[in-house]
Structure formats: structure tokens, C-alpha cells
T-cell receptor, first 115, second 111 residues
Framework: KAGVTQTPRYLIKTRGQQVTLSCSPI?????VSWYQQTPGQGLQFLFEYFSETQRNKGNFPGRFSGRQFSNSRSEMNVSTLELGDSALYLC??????????????FGPGTRLTVL | DAKTTQPNSMESNEEEPVHLPCNHSTISGTDYIHWYRQLPSQGPEYVIH???SNVNNRMASLAIAEDRKSSTLILHRATLRDAAVYYC????????????FGKGTRLSVIA
């Protein structure tokens, strides 16, 4: 079974631009979560989608948004990029919603660099 | 959110057992204990989880204290490929709560 895939793997943008990252979950998984990882803040939760509905949202500004499609694929968008948005963006999928005993499967991440 | 405390770093010799501790003194009765690890330049990887009883799988063992205020991840024979950051995370069984990653323990394995 194929794992979680994320595209693109690397991205360079300039301040003020916007970016869209894509995540394809493991086949059959309906929950997709997004995380941001930086050296200073570590792994931080952005949001989770289950059956096309946002279930949870982390403490990030409104410039960060996401959505999930009927085939469970998910995208996240960051508008008006800032230097501090440079990070590894990770996507994770799980069969039922995350939490409790449910394990999550992570993708390799998208490395975003904002110049 | 219930918090966990882990040592910042640990070192092990190759082919030796490794015991990675985690304290979670404020754990609630229905919190699951999860362990994930992140190898260099990769996304986190699920290792093991448990509720009350000790657990074993092909990757590791999880020993949970009787009062559940601490747990230990056991790698039976460390290899160089086990060098990673190991995260201990509590997850309420009620669900609808995302994983909260702390700083984790950076494990170095010496050949």
C-alpha cells in the first residue's frame, strides 16, 4: 500500500506570495492533519480534516487555510508569505479521525523556503 | 493538554538495549500513550502505543508504570538506523484531539 505523498517536496517563494501544498493520504484513510515544523517551535499542529470538514484547528493566523476533497486528498494554502513561514510542512493521515488509540501516518513533508 | 517530560538527549551503543523514559504525571485515566520517532530528513513515524498494559510490536516494547505516571520505550537492540528524535505523546481516548508533539529525546547510536 502506498504511503502518504506530498507535493511538491521543495518550494522556494518570496515574501508576499501565496503557496498551495498538496497531500494524498493512504488509500482508505479519511482523516488528514497538517503540521508545521521549525527548528525553534518544533512540530506544531495546523489543522485536521475528516470527511471534507475541518475538525480541529491549531493556533495559526488566518493566512493558513486548508481543504479536503471528496477523495480525501487535502491541500493547504498560505497567503501573504512571511519569512517566518519557512518550515517543513508535514501531512499525516489516519483511517478514522486522529486521537485516542488511532495512529497517524506521516508523509515526507514539503520544505518551504521564503526569501 | 496533558504534558510529557523527556530527556533532551540520550546516547547508546550499537546492539545494546535502549530505555527511553517519559514522565506524564498529569495523565488522565483515558489517555493513550503514543510514541513516534523522526529520523533525519523524514516525517515522524509511529512506533507504538498503549493504555495500561505493556505492549510489544516488531519495532519496540512499551512499559507502562502501574500508576501510569511514567512509561519507557524499549528498543531491544539499537542499530544505527534507530538514531532519531523520539516523541512521547498523550492522546485522550475521547478523540477529536490532535497529537501534541513536545521536544522529544534525540537518541544517538554509537557504532
Amino acid at each position: 500500500k502506498a504511503g502518504v505523498t506530498q507535493t511538491p517536496r521543495y518550494l522556494i517563494k518570496t515574501r508576499g506570495q501565496q503557496v498551495t501544498l498538496s497531500c494524498s493520504p493512504i488509500s482508505g484513510h479519511r482523516s488528514v492533519s497538517w503540521y508545521q515544523q521549525t527548528p525553534g517551535q518544533g512540530l506544531q499542529f495546523l489543522f485536521e480534516y475528516f470527511s471534507e470538514t475541518q475538525r480541529n484547528k491549531g493556533n495559526f493566523p488566518g493566512r493558513f487555510s486548508g481543504r479536503q476533497f471528496s477523495n480525501s486528498r487535502s491541500e493547504m494554502n498560505v497567503s501573504t508569505l512571511e519569512l517566518g513561514d519557512s518550515a517543513l510542512y508535514l501531512c499525516a493521515s489516519s483511517l478514522p479521525p486522529s486521537g485516542g488509540k488511532n495512529e497517524q501516518f506521516f508523509g515526507p513533508g514539503t520544505r518551504l523556503t521564503v526569501l | 493538554d496533558a504534558k510529557t517530560t523527556q530527556p533532551n538527549s540520550m546516547e547508546s551503543n550499537e546492539e545494546e538495549p535502549v530505555h527511553l523514559p517519559c514522565n506524564h504525571s498529569t495523565i488522565s485515566g483515558t489517555d493513550y500513550i503514543h510514541w513516534y520517532r523522526q529520523l533525519p530528513s523524514q516525517g515522524p513515524e509511529y512506533v507504538i502505543h498503549g493504555l495500561t498494559s505493556n505492549v510489544n510490536n516488531r519495532m519496540a516494547s512499551l512499559a507502562i508504570a502501574e500508576d501510569r505516571k511514567s512509561s519507557t520505550l524499549i528498543l531491544h537492540r539499537a542499530t544505527l538506523r534507530d538514531a532519531a528524535v523520539y516523541y512521547c505523546i498523550l492522546s485522550p481516548s475521547s478523540g477529536n484531539t490532535p497529537l501534541v508533539f513536545g521536544k522529544g529525546t534525540r537518541l544517538s547510536v554509537i557504532a
